[in-house]
């Protein structure tokens, strides 16, 4: 499975912006990961291929929403209310092992993703 993300840029300080990412193939969840200069890739946000489970880190809660487009294999994270504490290399990542879809916590680990795409960069300005 190959991911195409996009979306990234520049922004000012509480502007919003929206990532996609599209799959070439169905995943069972689609999750986005970020990743500051000289520190560790975090988790931000996952959806489930139904849609129904959802999860986000405490730092994004409120400002971002991850949804997705089965029919497309894309996955979007608007992001709003967007700090200077938010610039960083965002990827998204897809799972797609197993018969079933496992509990949330399992996809706050990046080593859980079977394939990642490639960095897109958002800068937040002050």
């Known amino acids: 499975v190959q991911l195409q993300a996009s979306g990234g840029g520049l922004v000012q300080a509480g502007g919003s912006q929206r990532l996609s990412c599209t799959a070439s193939?169905?995943?069972?969840?689609m999750g986005w990961f970020r990743q500051a200069p000289g520190k560790e890739r975090e988790f931000v946000a996952v959806?489930?291929?139904?849609?129904?489970?959802?999860s986000y880190a405490d730092s994004v809660k409120g400002r971002f929403t991850i949804s997705s487009d089965n029919a497309k294999n894309t996955v979007y994270l608007q992001m709003n209310n967007l700090k200077p504490e938010d610039t960083a290399d965002y990827y998204c990542a897809a799972y797609t092992r197993g018969s079933s879809t496992p509990i949330l916590s399992t996809f706050w680990n990046r080593e859980s993703y079977d394939y990642w795409g490639q960095g897109t960069q958002v800068t937040v300005s002050s």
């Open positions: 959806v489930t291929r139904s849609g129904r489970k959802i």
């Open positions: 193939d169905g995943t069972k969840a």
